[in-house]
C-alpha cells in the first residue's frame, strides 16, 4: 500500500530566509509525486511535479523539489520565503491503476508554513 | 478560461438534510473525483468516476452517493446518515491517462 508522511504539521520561517518542507513515501512499485498548494478558504494550486527524468524539479513561485529514491524522499525546498508564502502545503503520490485507467492520488497530512516579517 | 467550477462555496445545512454539491468542469477531462478535508488529516477521496454513468467508491464513501449523467457533471450528495458532515469538499478532475488533477476551489458545508 501506498503512503505519505510530512512530519511537519507547522514550519514557521522568517521572511527571506530558506524553508525545507519534507514528505517521504511509500510504495512498492513506481510513483508519481505531487506538491499542492491551499490558501485560505481555497482549492489545490499544483506547484510541481515528478513524473520521470531529472530528479530536481522546479516548479512555479521558486520553489524546487527533489526526488531521492533511495531515500524515497520528495522535499520541497524554496531559498528566499516571502510573506505570500504563507498557506499550506500537501504532498501527493499516485500511479496509474491499469484496471480501471485511472490515477488514484495519496496526500500526506500537510504541512502549514507560516512566514513571519 | 477552462477550469472546474464548485458552488457554493459556503454551505449551511440542518442535521437531518441532504444537501448537494456542485462539480463542473469544461476541461473536457474524462476522470472526476470527490475528495473530504478535515484539518490535520490530508484529502480523503469520496468517490471517483472515469466516464459517464460509472463510479466507484473511495476510502471514505458512507453517507454521500454521487451522480455522472454528463461528462463536465459530478454532482455530490451528502445525506443524512453521514455522521459528520462539516468539512471542506473537493472536487478534481483529470485527463484519462494523465496523472496531473486539477482541483475546483472548495465548498465549505456547516451542518447547524
Known amino acids: 500500500a501506498q503512503s505519505v508522511t510530512q512530519l511537519d504539521s507547522q514550519v514557521p520561517v522568517f521572511e527571506e530566509a530558506p524553508v525545507e518542507l519534507r514528505c517521504n513515501y511509500s510504495s512498492s512499485v513506481s510513483v508519481y509525486l505531487f506538491w499542492y498548494v491551499q490558501y485560505p478558504n481555497q482549492g489545490l494550486q499544483l506547484l510541481l511535479k515528478?513524473?520521470?527524468?531529472?530528479?530536481l524539479v522546479k516548479g512555479i513561485n521558486g520553489f524546487e523539489a527533489e526526488f531521492n529514491k533511495s531515500q524515497t524522499s520528495f522535499h520541497l525546498r524554496k531559498p528566499s520565503v516571502h510573506i505570500s508564502d504563507t498557506a499550506e502545503y500537501f504532498c501527493a503520490v499516485t500511479r496509474i491503476d491499469f484496471t480501471s485507467g485511472t490515477y488514484k492520488y495519496i496526500f500526506g497530512t500537510g504541512t502549514r508554513l507560516k512566514v513571519l516579517a | 478560461d477552462g477550469g472546474i467550477t464548485q458552488s457554493p462555496k459556503y454551505l449551511f445545512r440542518k442535521e437531518g438534510q441532504n444537501v448537494t454539491l456542485s462539480c463542473e468542469q469544461n476541461?473536457?477531462?474524462?476522470?472526476m473525483y470527490w475528495y473530504r478535508q478535515d484539518p490535520g488529516q490530508g484529502l480523503r477521496l469520496i468517490y471517483y468516476?472515469?466516464?459517464?454513468?460509472?463510479?466507484q467508491k473511495g476510502d471514505i464513501a458512507e453517507g454521500y452517493s454521487v451522480s455522472r449523467e454528463k461528462k463536465e457533471s459530478f454532482p455530490l450528495t451528502v445525506t443524512s446518515a453521514q455522521k459528520n458532515p462539516t468539512a471542506f469538499y473537493l472536487c478534481?478532475?483529470?485527463?484519462?491517462?494523465?496523472?496531473?488533477?486539477?482541483f475546483g476551489q472548495g465548498t465549505r458545508l456547516t451542518v447547524v
Open positions: 478534481a478532475s483529470s485527463r484519462q491517462g494523465v496523472a496531473e488533477a486539477f
Open positions: 476541461l473536457n477531462h474524462d476522470a
Open positions: 468516476s472515469q466516464i459517464v454513468n460509472d463510479f
Open positions: 515528478y513524473l520521470s527524468g531529472s530528479t
